[in-house]
């Protein structure tokens, strides 16, 4: 099973920038596919972006343009860029499926950090 710990939450202004990154631990997690997920307040937990084993990206219309998705040896990154007060939410990694695609559905995950915060103002 894969670990997962999410870094790099915080406040920002509309219009900025932030990083995430997820720490992950386990054996061969760099042959998962990896996602980023986020919850807003009262709302359900939402699809963001995900990258295949192999590194096809997918990105949720919403973010497409502004955020960027990326893994190496050592997590799971997340670019964040011209964000706005929507993007407001608690942002979870989470990790799929040995060689898995890059797939959507949040049932296709089944290891998940504890997330971390971010919170845009305007």
């Known amino acids: 099973q894969v670990q997962l710990v999410e870094i790099g939450g915080g406040l920002m202004q509309a219009g900025g920038s932030l990083r995430l990154s997820c720490a992950a631990s386990?054996?061969?997690?760099?042959?998962?596919?990896m996602g980023w997920f986020r919850q807003a307040p009262g709302k359900e937990r939402e699809f963001v972006a995900t990258?295949?084993?192999?590194?096809t990206t997918t990105y949720a219309d919403s973010v497409k343009g502004r955020f960027a998705i990326s893994r190496d040896g050592a997590g799971l990154y997340l670019q964040m860029n011209n964000l706005k007060p929507e993007d407001t939410a608690v942002y979870y990694c989470?990790?799929?499926?040995?060689?898995?695609?890059?797939?959507?559905?949040?049932?296709?995950?089944?290891?998940w950090g504890q997330g971390t915060q971010v919170t845009i103002s305007s």
């Open positions: 386990g054996r061969t997690f760099s042959r998962y596919n």
């Open positions: 989470a990790a799929g499926r040995l060689f898995g695609g890059a797939t959507t559905s949040q049932a296709d995950f089944g290891s």
């Open positions: 990258i295949s084993a192999a590194g």
